[in-house]
């Protein structure tokens, strides 16, 4: 398959690329700097791209069979600001619709997946208050999935309340919306198999129109 990858120079973007080019996908990773990005790999190409332009979006998607958002709510290394994931998930529909690209996942955030019944773990005691805003951001965004998607089959798969560097097991568990934690009470996930998660999910969608989450 073609793959559109946005925030291809984020850590979580650099597995999902790599996962997908060892499955033996192409890979169209879309940077605001292609400076900043390198890859040796003949199938996947770097290109600039703006993921708040709907016209820029349908450019260059044009032919992908699949769109994956892995866009940070964070600001870059180089001191580029954040890129408004709401905003962004508006114009990756808009673009998709215009490109005919009919599937979209997005990176998603671990803020909105419920504690218990009705209490998102953003909104429970002790969630630290400098992770807030990029939390709300992502839950801004998977309300945007949910309600101006149209006919886009889209997934939004929300990781572990933890995710960091790590080894790729090959395994992991799935859920919907509550936080998935361990027999100790932990709730983690490495980028390695976060990324397998997403690619997964690619070859054999088992969320369509829906959020996921994935965690050991």
């Known amino acids: 398959m073609k793959l559109v990858l946005f925030g291809a120079n984020g850590q979580v973007a650099q597995r999902i690329a790599r996962e997908a080019l060892n499955r033996g996908h ?3 990773g879309v940077v605001r700097n292609a400076g900043s990005v390198r890859s040796d790999n003949e199938r996947m190409t ?26 940070s709510p964070r600001p870059s290394p180089s001191g580029r600001p954040a890129t408004s994931l709401s905003r962004a998930a508006r114009a990756l529909i808009a673009g998709a619709a215009r ?12 803020g909105t997946l419920e504690v218990r019944p009705g209490l998102r773990l953003v909104d429970s005691p002790g969630f630290p208050e ?6 709300l951001d992502h839950a ?19 990781p572990a309340a933890q995710i960091g560097p790590g080894t790729r097991t090959g395994s992991y568990r799935s859920g919907d919306d ?27 969608p088992t969320h369509p129109r829906a959020r996921m989450t994935v965690a050991y």
């Not at 708040?52 to 769109?67: K, L, Q, R, Y």
């Not at 599937?103 to 998603?108: C, N």
């Not at 400098?130 to 939390?135: D, I, L, S, T, V």
């Open 140 to 158: 801004d965004a998977l309300a945007a999935y949910r309600s101006d998607a149209g006919g886009l089959d889209w997934t939004f798969i929300s």
């Open 46 to 71: 770097i290109v600039e791209g703006d993921a708040i332009d709907p016209t820029s979006i349908a450019n260059v998607s044009t032919g992908a069979d699949v769109i994956i958002s892995a866009l």
């Open 99 to 110: 490109a005919g690209v009919p599937r979209l996942i997005a990176v998603g955030g671990a």
């Open 26 to 28: 192409a890979v169209v």
């Open 130 to 135: 400098e992770y807030k805003p990029e939390a």
């Open 178 to 204: 509550a936080l998935l934690v361990d027999e100790k009470g932990k709730s983690f996930i490495s980028f390695e198999d976060y990324a397998k998660a997403v690619i997964d999910e690619v070859e054999q």
